[in-house]
T-cell receptor
Framework: QKEVEQDPGPLSVPEGAIVSLNCTYS??????FMWYRQYSRKGPELLMY????GNKEDGRFTAQVDKSSKYISLFIRDSQPSDSATYLC??????????FGKGTHLIIQP | DAEITQSPRHKITETGRQVTLACHQT?????MFWYRQDLGHGLRLIHY???????NKGEVSDGYSVSRSNTEDLPLTLESAASSQTSVYFC???????????FGSGTRLTVV
């Protein structure tokens, strides 16, 4: 079983819809959780960073962590065609490198 | 502006050749990382460094090596390139808080 599971999609939704992206993980030691956005042929860029359980909001984006269920989510409100990209969840427990999910390919239809 | 650059952007090499991919950052970050990204596997950690002369093996380090002689650079060397090493390679860096890694634009390597 992979440490981090993420549905690869593609996930296709109409413009303006609320998008929900999710990851599950098995290592209960993970404490730091991140979401990255990656456009085609580009490097990942950090969207959201959260520590431990709870919610964090930044503009149209909300990151949610439920450590008891080992489940993290990213919500995108009022989705735009420019949000079309691959979204990667990532997490770590100490000073080692991040462990990534495989990424979900998101398509926002105009 | 600070940045992290990778070179070359694309590389084609033959099986058995030694290949070095460059990574240079001007963020003055102590921590640097190399990942490879493959369809079906996502991003996997190859090697990482917490400072000059420090190197550590990641999840998929076999066949790769790194050295850190200064803060700015962490070159990745494939000792004897194999077709299984055809991939997109990303370099990343972070400061001591480890909050959010900054990634380069990647090097697409093809081993024929």
């Amino acid at each position: 079983q992979k440490e981090v599971e993420q549905d690869p999609g593609p996930l296709s939704v109409p413009e303006g819809a609320i998008v929900s992206l999710n990851c599950t993980y098995s290592n209960s030691a993970f404490q730091y959780f991140m979401w990255y956005r990656q456009y085609s042929r580009k490097g990942p860029e950090l969207l959201m960073y959260t520590y431990s359980s709870g919610n964090k909001e930044d503009g149209r984006f909300t990151a949610q962590v439920d450590k008891s269920s080992k489940y993290i989510s990213l919500f995108i409100r009022d989705s735009q065609p420019s949000d079309s990209a691959t979204y990667l969840c990532a997490m770590r427990w100490g000073a080692d490198g991040l462990t990534f999910g495989k990424g979900t390919h998101l398509i926002i239809q105009p | 502006d600070a940045e992290i650059t990778q070179s070359p952007r694309h590389k084609i090499t033959e099986t058995g050749r030694q290949v070095t991919l460059a990574c240079h950052q001007t963020w003055n970050h102590n921590n640097m990382f190399w990942y490879r990204q493959d369809l079906g596997h996502g991003l996997r950690l190859i090697h990482y460094s917490y400072g000059v002369h420090d190197t550590n093996k990641g999840e998929v380090s076999d066949g790769y090596s790194v050295s850190r002689s200064n803060t700015e650079d962490l070159p990745l060397t494939l000792e004897s390139a194999a077709s299984s090493q055809t991939s997109v390679y990303f370099c990343a860096s972070s400061d001591s808080t480890f909050y959010g890694y900054t990634f380069g634009s990647g090097t697409r390597l093809t081993v024929v």
